[in-house]
């Protein structure tokens, strides 16, 4: 596995959109859980979360909407690219079947379940400023009380920064858009790196948040 985990999984380039995604996603399984994943996960079981619904906001390759399944959760796997469903599909064991949900439409789109968990690993910065503001407010709405957030945004110093249809935000917005949680993490990454394309600039704020329990919960 390569030393960075972006070099692997996430959604495709922004150059590669409309190219073969099936093909971009093949390309990726057998990868670990990506680190932020991991890290949100045992802060969850670290909390005593029993396992409930779950969302993933852009599950590529599937990888992590399988650890969720395995796990225990139902989850709703949201993935614009069609072919994000055939690769995922192919791997759900038949008893898992009936706790997954797929969506194959942009994120801000779907209408959100209330949920107790949200995952979304190098998805978000991938919408537009103007759904990214829609999708964030759908998802402030639909957190369950004791639900965890487990997302990255991209920083204004990524190489990509600047780019139309993509969204970057600093510190300081991050902050914002956690306002009211429990914050558990905010890690700032800010350093050259691989991706599938190649070397790139990597800015990446990787956020655990957690929605207070109602009083007495």
């Not at 996430?10 to 996603?25: C, I, K, L």
């Not at 402030?140 to 139309?164: K, T, Y």
Request: charged fraction near 25%; glycine fraction near 10%.
């Amino acid at each position: 596995m390569p030393d960075d985990p972006r070099a692997e999984g996430g959604s495709p380039p922004v150059e590669q959109r409309g190219s073969d995604w099936a093909a971009f996603y093949r390309s990726t399984l057998g990868r670990e859980p990506r680190p932020l994943f991991v890290k949100g996960m045992a802060a969850v079981e670290a909390a005593g979360a029993v396992p409930g619904q779950a969302v993933e906001i852009g599950f590529g390759d599937g990888r992590e909407t399988l650890a969720l399944l395995d796990a225990g959760w139902r989850v709703l796997a949201i993935d614009s690219a069609p072919a994000a469903a055939e690769v995922l599909r192919s791997q759900v064991p038949a008893p898992a079947t009936d706790r997954l949900a797929i969506e194959s439409a942009p994120a801000e789109s779907v209408e959100l379940p209330p949920f107790d968990l949200l995952y979304a690993g190098f998805s978000l910065p991938f919408l537009d400023p103007a759904a990214f503001d829609s999708f964030w407010a759908g998802v402030r709405r639909q957190i369950r009380p004791g639900g965890f957030l487990v997302v990255n945004f991209f920083g204004p110093h990524d190489s990509w920064a600047g780019r139309e249809g993509l969204s970057f935000i600093d510190l300081a917005a991050v902050r914002e858009l956690v306002d009211g949680l429990e914050v558990l993490a905010i890690d700032e990454q800010d350093h050259d790196g691989e991706s599938f394309l190649g070397p790139k600039h990597w800015h990446v704020f990787d956020v655990i948040a957690r929605q207070p329990t109602l009083t007495g919960g």
